[in-house]
């Protein structure tokens, strides 16, 4: 009996090394950390739900800066000089002096006008033609030449004027050029003209240019009438 014990003993205790060394040595804690955990088909839509129930976050957008605007410096205004004040301030006067003559001045009535015509045309002198004579007049008596005339005086000295043969020294007579229809009043200053030129009168310096032709045509077309009052 004590035999048989003893040799179960050891074939229990060679069995027992067997099957620790059949059993296979546990895999490290590290083996699981690198391989992906698969979620089951019952995890997936339950993380879906609950990333549906989240609101999404709002962004924050980056606001404009308003760009710099450059200040315009003002300029100083140049000092105005004595010339330009005392410009302005005969404006002034000249404004002030035109508005209190509107004010003051009186519009003149028509009848006023009227009967101003009236006494200028008294005024003139009313004339009696004597005599008319139609003809050439001539131009002399130069201001640069001395030259004497027959009714007292030279051609220095008296420059409107006309001559005439047989009219009395003094007697008035109007000119009237055919040329410009332009006319003047002269007194009869010399005796003219000469035979040998043609002309019926000879005009001296204002009376010609009174015609309003030139001196150098020295001679024209002219009607003339003696007149008396």
């Known amino acids: ?9 050891v074939a229990g205790v060679a069995a027992g090394g067997l099957v ?9 804690a590290t083996a699981s950390v690198d ?4 979620a089951t088909k019952s995890q997936a839509p339950k993380a879906a739900a609950r990333g549906a129930d989240r609101k999404p976050v709002p962004t924050a957008t980056p606001k404009a800066t308003p760009k710099a605007t ?4 003002a300029k100083p205004k140049p ?11 005969k404006k002034v006067v000249r404004k002030v002096e035109k508005k209190v003559v509107k004010k003051t001045a009186k519009p003149t009535p028509k009848a006023t006008k009227k009967a101003e015509k009236t006494v200028k045309k008294a005024a003139a002198p009313v004339w009696k ?16 030449e001395y030259q004497p005339l027959a009714c007292g005086g030279n051609s220095r000295n008296i420059t409107k004027g006309v001559a005439l043969w047989k009219i009395p020294c003094g007697t008035m007579v109007r000119i009237t050029s055919k040329q410009t229809g332009k006319s003047v009043i002269a007194p009869v200053a010399d005796r003219g003209p000469a035979g040998w030129t043609g002309a019926v009168i000879d005009l001296l310096p204002d009376t010609w240019d009174a015609l309003g032709v030139s001196r150098d045509q020295g001679r024209q077309e002219v009607t003339y009438e003696v007149l008396s009052k």
Request: proline letters at 9%; hydrophobic letters at 40%.
């Open 1 to 9: 009996m004590g035999v048989v014990a003893a040799a179960l003993v």
């Open 20 to 28: 620790l060394a059949n059993r296979s040595e546990p895999t490290p």
């Open 35 to 38: 391989k992906p955990i698969k």
């Open 70 to 73: 450059a200040t315009k410096t």
């Open 79 to 89: 000092k105005p000089t004595k010339k330009a004040v005392k410009k302005a301030e």
């Open 129 to 144: 033609v004597l005599e008319t004579k139609s003809g050439p007049g001539t131009f002399f008596g130069d201001a640069s």
